[in-house]
């Protein structure tokens, strides 16, 4: 998925010489936590989040009011383009720790990306927010695999929501995990297990059954 498919385009920024009592209100107002800075061409300069805008944060202790949001953004911003896929932005702000990253083109904010679109992209991948069922599947690591599991489905004539990869405990080995468009399961899981795959969830040995 493109990054450009779910981004905010509606942005709200403010300029270097801002008060960041005005800023906070923006936010409030807003009901957001991040503000691009940007300059008399629209250009990039900075960020602050509602965290900046805490009193501690403010040089010497002085007044919201006479104290230009310049004093506490963020100068080394993080970026990304409306082309870049959003699945590499998920490590992004895994290892960076950060809540919003500015969607740039042309040296022009054109939308932002925060903590709260990629969890919700996230459920858009694995298909979750659908009526469906999961189960998890051990394979030998080795080409063909997941066209062997998606052969079974299809004889059941069940379409799958998401299909996603886990590494086994081994190299020798993986973990399918697929979503599938169907409630009872049951039929595709016994068939799975009639070919001798290792089904690890659901356990239709216990109370499943």
Same mark, same amino acid.
């Not at 990253?101 to 969890?119: A, F, S, W």
């Not at 996603?164 to 979503?179: D, H, I, Q, S």
């Given at each position: 998925?493109?990054?450009?498919?779910?981004?905010? !385009?509606?942005?709200?920024?403010?300029?270097?010489?801002?008060?960041?009592?005005?800023?906070?209100?923006?936010?409030?107002?807003?009901?957001?936590?991040?503000?691009?800075?940007?300059?008399d061409q629209k250009h990039l300069v900075g960020i602050v989040s509602d965290?900046?805008?805490?009193?501690?944060?403010?040089?010497?202790?002085?007044?919201?009011?006479?104290?230009?949001?310049?004093? &506490?953004?963020?100068?080394?911003?993080? !970026?990304?383009?409306?082309?870049?896929?959003?699945? =590499?932005?998920?490590?992004?702000?895994?290892?960076?720790?950060?809540?919003?990253?500015?969607?740039?083109?042309?040296?022009?904010?054109?939308?932002?990306?925060? =903590?709260?679109?990629? %969890?919700?992209?996230?459920?858009?991948? !694995?298909?979750?927010?659908?009526?469906?069922?999961?189960?998890?599947?051990?394979?030998?690591? &080795?080409?063909?695999?997941?066209?062997?599991?998606?052969?079974?489905?299809?004889?059941?004539?069940?379409?799958?929501?998401?299909?996603? &990869?886990?590494?086994?405990?081994?190299?020798?080995?993986?973990? %399918?995990?697929?979503? &599938?468009?169907?409630?009872?399961?049951?039929?595709?899981?016994?068939?799975?297990k009639s070919e001798g795959y290792n089904v690890l969830w659901p356990d239709?040995?216990?109370?499943?059954?």
């Amino acid at each position: 998925m493109k990054v450009e498919a779910m981004m905010k !385009t509606e942005i709200i920024s403010v300029r270097e010489n801002v008060s960041i009592e005005e800023a906070k209100k923006l936010m409030e107002s807003h009901r957001i936590r991040h503000l691009p800075i940007v300059d008399d061409q629209k250009h990039l300069v900075g960020i602050v989040s509602d965290r900046d805008l805490v009193l501690d944060r403010i040089p010497n202790q002085h007044s919201p009011s006479d104290t230009e949001v310049q004093s &506490v953004m963020t100068k080394d911003v993080i !970026t990304c383009h409306p082309y870049d896929f959003v699945e =590499e932005l998920l490590s992004i702000f895994y290892e960076e720790r950060i809540g919003c990253i500015p969607v740039v083109k042309n040296n022009e904010v054109v939308g932002m990306i925060t =903590e709260r679109d990629m %969890l919700y992209t996230l459920i858009q991948l !694995t298909g979750a927010h659908q009526p469906s069922s999961q189960f998890e599947i051990k394979v030998e690591n &080795v080409s063909g695999k997941l066209a062997d599991v998606t052969a079974v489905i299809r004889n059941h004539n069940v379409n799958i929501n998401s299909v996603l &990869v886990y590494p086994g405990e081994t190299n020798a080995t993986k973990v %399918l995990v697929l979503r &599938v468009q169907t409630m009872n399961p049951l039929p595709i899981i016994n068939h799975l297990k009639s070919e001798g795959y290792n089904v690890l969830w659901p356990d239709t040995s216990g109370e499943f059954v």
